[in-house]
């Protein structure tokens, strides 16, 4: 007789969610193609297309036939250009081979905690927090300790936060500056704090960089390029957020090779290597997407403080956030504790789609995620539409 005892998925995959994210974008999409009104400001994209010289660059490979197995690490023309951008950008130097292309951020996210967590480890994260984290940590059997945002604020020096959550299973500190979803940008000061923890209590950290141009208030810093800290760093970059390539896949990871030998083995098992013809794409928004990024920043900046501006005047207590393109107001006066409730209402009297806080954390409840990043009709609809709430 024939049995299914063993056609069941792997234990571990139980550490793994689907995104409520996801989900919502979904009901969405369905909405509107109901033919709902729908004022979408629940995703997590750059509002405008991918510049046309990025994507010049792409057909050009293409007419070159730029489009057999590239090296896993990545083209040398990326891994060239992303050298030069680190030492201009990022007060890094570093070698070639510290460099390695990944499908996108995520991807080298995940490659990243694969890297470093064994079961057991505790993993600090500053909370809100983007919700796969949880899942990448957990995945490589790691425990979660989260150091609620609300404790940062004004306060220069954070290691006595962080000794607070020290215990001896500590390993890693993940930081997301600027942060999603709650647009906190660290400080020079506060990550010269954080570097110094690391550095005395022996642990690493994974920097995630996904939003480094988009800095409103304030200036970005990498986290390995302080004192004692690039061997223990690894740093997460995205070309999705700064040149509007959230479908291309791109990203890449910056590390010492302690830690860049397990990951090449990671990328080449798990992709092999990143389509070709997009690293040549890639190539070209690295070596001259500067201009772009400051062509969009005064956009940016008046969407954001005209969307701050409407959420206060209706009640939703809402801080000018400082980087990244999220808003996160606390809607707890207004529409109660609970986040998902508060999504309903809001989506239901005003049709402006949001993603509940309490997805991104315990620290996130009784918030809304809204993204600025958007059409400007559609951020001038949402702004009045909120005076129906």
């Known amino acids: ?176 500056s600027p942060a999603n979803p709650t647009g906190d940008v660290l400080s020079r000061r506060q990550l010269e704090s954080v570097a110094a923890f690391a550095v005395e209590n022996n642990l690493t950290v994974i920097s995630d960089e996904a939003y480094e141009d988009l800095v409103w208030d304030g200036e970005h810093a990498s986290l390995a390029s302080f004192p004692d800290m690039f061997k223990r760093t690894i740093s997460i970059y995205t070309l999705s957020k700064s040149f509007a390539m959230t479908g291309w896949r791109v990203g890449y990871v910056v590390a010492d090779e302690t830690w860049m030998e397990v990951i090449r083995k990671l990328v080449l098992n798990s992709i092999n290597g990143v389509s070709t013809p997009s690293q040549f794409a890639a190539a070209a928004a690295v070596t001259h997407g500067k201009a772009f990024i400051a062509s969009v920043r005064d956009d940016y900046r008046q969407r954001r403080d005209l969307m701050v501006r409407a959420l206060n005047e209706a009640g939703l207590r809402c801080e000018s956030p400082r980087g990244a393109f999220y808003l996160f107001p606390d809607v707890r006066e207004r529409l109660g504790n609970d986040s998902w409730k508060a999504m309903e209402a809001v989506l239901e009297r005003t049709s402006i789609a949001s993603v509940p806080g309490v997805v991104f954390g315990a620290e996130g409840e009784g918030h809304l995620r809204m993204s600025f990043s958007t059409s400007m009709e559609t951020i001038e609809e949402a702004a009045e539409a909120l005076h129906k709430l």
């Open 1 to 176: 007789m024939t049995t299914t005892t063993n056609l069941i998925p792997a234990n571990r995959a139980t550490h793994l969610g689907f995104s409520d994210i996801v989900k919502i974008r979904n009901r969405v999409i369905g909405m509107l193609e109901r033919g709902q009104r729908v004022l979408r400001l629940e995703g997590g994209e750059p509002f405008m297309p991918t510049p046309p010289f990025i994507k010049d660059a792409m057909k050009e490979a293409l007419d070159a036939d730029q489009t057999r197995y590239a090296p896993s690490s990545g083209i040398p023309q990326l891994i060239d250009a992303i050298q030069l951008k680190l030492a201009e950008h990022n007060a890094l130097r570093v070698d070639p081979r510290s460099i390695i292309v990944t499908s996108g951020g995520a991807h080298g996210l995940f490659c990243a905690f694969q890297t470093v967590v064994d079961p057991g480890d505790e993993v600090m994260l500053f909370s809100p927090y983007w919700t796969p984290i949880r899942d990448h940590i957990t995945f490589a059997g790691g425990v979660p300790v989260r150091v609620p945002w609300e404790e940062v604020h004004g306060v220069d020096d954070l290691r006595e936060i962080l000794q607070q959550r020290l215990t001896a299973r500590t390993k890693l500190l993940y930081v997301n």
